[in-house]
């Protein structure tokens, strides 16, 4: 028995290494390759996005089949209710600690952004939806929609619904519960299968990047992704330290090296929801709670986005910067109230917290063509941002393991 779990330990120590392995040499390809970026876009990225539609394809079900059998194991639609109540607290809190954070570092280094020419710009604000429209989303008016477009907000009300209703029924119910917990093995199984390829995924989606935008990190926009940069990890260095040190009782060291394989494949897809089935594996390493963290995880892959608050909060001083505007400090406290409610309706996929910065820009009445200054570079904020966001969840699901333990044993007293 021992000697198998040490096996599987080293199988997946090995998987970490091979993504690092696969990340330094997609740098140093992607590196190589610069004067050919539309090589590696035509014939690199596609092996890309075929790992991506991969876990595109698991993530769904994943999340579906874990929280139903995640609600059916508590047995206990309160408790399920207190892990929901405890999560968004967190979610929330952090979030704003973050944008705050952005907004701080933000002034602070004001002086070293460039300061660049505004009159030409222009950016079509693509149908950013109001926040009614992102609480209307959340509930799925179809019973396939949610799995078919990977909406994990909707997949999460369905799971909830469908789990919810299984104890409702009772005993009868009961015999459910076997089938439930079986079709979470196949879908966790075939996840699995599917990770195997992430070093692929990596390297594929890796290269075109590097070789795209390889040459403008080194540009004008350097100091605002460098101040957004800083941002990121000391967020994540203090905050999440602190939170999964105090509460989560784990050494934070031992948190980001468990970490890594998901934080080198979020820095490399930009996705947070498709870091989600390698982000299970690793909090469920770390001893998080599987039920908790099948809860916890899709939940802030779509609502908890602390690296994309920092990157609002930076890139919202930088813009009012080119247009010669000086934020006040209410404007500064709505910046703070919008990005973490436009959290909520950015979605887990790349790009997608450029889309929302329109919104916070709007809230304060700044340009929103502003944003045609940060653009060519999103991608390179959007690693970073991603890479953050997942961790966040990640220490949501270790504290709220922890909290929620200490809870059972009172009760239990
Ligand atoms: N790509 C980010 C994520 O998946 C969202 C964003 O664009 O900020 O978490």
């Known amino acids: 028995m021992k000697t198998k779990k040490n096996n599987e330990e080293k199988k997946k120590i090995s998987l970490a290494l091979q993504i690092f392995i696969a990340l330094v040499l997609g740098i140093i390809a992607g590196l190589i390759l610069q004067g050919n970026a539309e090589f590696t876009i035509k014939y690199i990225k596609p092996f890309g996005t075929i790992f991506l539609n991969l876990v595109k394809f698991i993530v769904g ?73 992102v609480i209307v989303n959340i509930f799925p008016s179809n019973f396939l929609a949610p799995i078919s477009e990977a909406n994990m907000l909707q997949v999460i009300v369905m799971a909830l619904l469908l789990g919810f209703s299984i104890i409702l029924l009772g005993p009868k119910g009961e015999r459910a519960i076997p089938t439930v ?123 908890n986005m602390d690296g994309t ?35 909520i309706g950015t979605a887990g996929v790349p790009g997608a917290g450029m889309v929302m910065l329109a919104m916070v820009l709007k809230s304060v009445g700044l340009p929103v063509d502003g944003i045609a200054l940060v653009a060519g570079v999103d991608r390179i904020f959007d690693m970073g941002r991603t890479t953050l966001n997942i961790t966040g969840d990640a220490s949501c699901a270790i504290v709220v393991s922890s909290l929620i333990g200490k809870k059972k044993k009172k009760v239990i007293k």
């Open 309 to 343: 608050a920092i990157y609002q909060g930076v890139c919202a001083i930088f813009i009012a910067s080119c247009y010669g505007i000086d934020l006040s400090f209410s404007q500064m406290i709505t910046i703070v109230l919008t990005a973490t409610l436009a959290s």
């Open 181 to 303: 917990n079986l079709l979470n093995d196949i879908f966790m199984r075939c996840m699995e299968l599917i990770l195997k390829l992430s070093p692929i995924g990596v390297f594929c989606l890796l290269v075109p990047v590097v070789a795209e935008n390889g040459a403008s990190i080194i540009g004008s926009l350097a100091m605002v992704l460098l101040v957004a940069y800083i941002c990121y990890i000391v967020h994540a260095v203090v905050v999440y330290s602190i939170a999964v040190f105090s509460i989560g009782k784990i050494n934070p060291l031992k948190f980001f090296k468990g970490m890594l394989p998901a934080i080198m494949f979020a820095f490399s897809s930009a996705s947070s929801v498709g870091t989600l089935p390698l982000n299970l594996e690793c909090t469920e390493k770390l001893g998080a709670s599987k039920e908790i963290s099948s809860f916890v995880l899709p939940l802030g892959a779509t609502i």
């Open 61 to 133: 079900p994943i999340v579906l089949f874990s929280i139903m059998a995640g609600i059916l194991s508590l047995k206990d639609i309160k408790k399920v209710g207190m892990i929901g109540g405890t999560t968004l607290v967190y979610y929330f809190c952090t979030t704003a600690i973050a944008i705050t954070l952005g907004l701080i570092f933000g002034n602070v280094f004001k002086g070293f952004f460039p300061s660049i020419a505004t009159a030409d710009l222009s950016y079509e604000v693509s149908s950013s939806s109001s926040f009614m429209d």
